[in-house]
């Protein structure tokens, strides 16, 4: 028998985590992937994801052949499991469906932490690495550690893997030459199952998401960019 309080946690967690696109399934794998030298290199990292406060983006999400409005927001800098980072917020119709955590820091593009609710996190100790400067197509980062909420926690491993220079035409925001991140978390289950989570992201130069899609069950999720906003 799992104890009440493990129970307790992994009931949050799959609700957290299957709520923003995550499946149990076998353990996450990234086939090998050759990096191709004279493709540029990344020079700064931090003018891919603009963190500063008031900027948004209104994406068009596809879920279950039904279209929503998105809105994804960044509020600012959040203390997060012991981490400062900055809240990225995503709401549909007024109601808050995501939370994320990013920090960029010595030249990293990390997420740190992620939320479907107001009342619990799951952190990634220590964070995942997205990007980093000098990035290469074909750069992989590997990531073990752990997701910790509500004081308990459980072994997990990942990785992220950047590709560049790839086009994107959004819905009415134009064409865009993007950096495509793919990344995934993968966790044990003490009753032999497995939590699996994937997410790509792409984005633009001084812009920021441009397009995002997670898997859910065996069905992707994709929500492109409408506008974007800088204050």
């Known amino acids: 028998m799992i104890p009440s309080k493990l129970n307790l946690l992994l009931s949050m967690m799959a609700f957290v ?11 996450y794998t990234s086939p090998a992937k050759s990096r191709i030298e004279d493709e540029p290199a990344v020079t ?12 948004s983006w209104t994406l068009s999400t596809v879920v279950d052949q039904r279209t929503f409005t998105d ?25 808050l469906v995501l939370r994320e955590g ?11 932490a992620f ?6 996190w799951v952190v990634l100790d220590p964070p995942l690495i997205l990007l980093k400067d000098g990035a290469m197509l074909g750069d992989e980062y590997k990531w073990s550690g752990r997701l910790r909420i509500d004081g308990k926690s459980i072994d997990a491993h990942g990785l992220s ?13 134009g064409r865009f030459s ?8 993968s966790a044990p289950l003490p009753n032999g ?6 997410t790509t992201r792409w984005l633009a130069t001084g812009i920021g998401f441009i397009r995002k899609e997670y898997l859910d069950r065996t069905a992707r999720r994709q929500s492109n960019l409408i506008s974007f906003k800088m204050k």
């Open 71 to 95: 809105i994804v927001s960044v509020r600012g800098p959040l203390n997060i499991g012991g981490t400062t980072a900055t809240l990225v917020e995503t709401k549909r119709n007024g109601q």
């Open 178 to 185: 993007g950096i495509r991140i793919d990344s995934g978390l």
């Open 102 to 112: 990013y920090r960029y820091a010595k030249g990293k593009l990390m997420l740190t």
């Open 193 to 198: 199952d497995r939590i699996k989570y994937q």
């Open 17 to 27: 985590i299957i709520s923003a696109g995550c499946q149990k399934s076998a353990d």
């Open 44 to 55: 700064d990292c931090s003018a891919m994801l603009p963190l500063k406060t008031g900027f």
């Open 161 to 173: 893997r950047p590709s560049l220079k790839e086009s994107v035409q959004t819905m009415s925001a």
């Open 115 to 120: 939320s479907t609710s107001t009342k619990q």
